[in-house]
């Protein structure tokens, strides 16, 4: 069984910086990709950013491209989220979330596993 540890969150003033972090552990996939979505209160989940394992192939939203940047190291298991220029918008539960095949989805059904989210709060 996949598990998937998410670190990083925190409480942080608009227009600063943070970094995410998602730890893999237990099962095997052949070809994954890992993604990056965010829930705010009374909002649906939210793609981010994805990427494939080999990190050759990168997606980001709209909305934070540009400001964040997704990375991976296959050796740790571990796929980061760079944020930059954070606004109160940004505000949300972060959750990782990985899927076997090589090329991230924007879609969240099409994924397999679930961390348990880290909370991102940003105050103005």
């Known amino acids: 069984q996949v598990q998937l540890v998410e670190s990083g969150g925190g409480l942080v003033q608009s227009g600063v910086s943070l970094n995410l972090s998602c730890t893999a552990s237990?099962?095997?996939?052949?070809?994954?990709?890992l993604a990056w979505f965010r829930q705010a209160p009374g909002k649906e989940r939210e793609f981010v950013a994805g990427i494939s394992r080999s990190g050759g192939w990168a997606d980001y939203a709209d909305s934070v491209k540009v400001r964040f940047t997704i990375s991976a190291e296959n050796t740790k298991n571990t796929v980061y989220l760079e944020m930059n220029s954070l606004t109160p918008s940004d505000t949300a539960v972060y959750f990782c979330a990985v899927r076997g095949f090589a090329s991230p989805s924007r879609f969240a059904r099409y994924y397999n596993y679930w961390g348990q989210g880290t909370q991102v709060t940003v105050s103005s």
């Open positions: 237990g099962g095997t996939f052949s070809l994954y990709s």
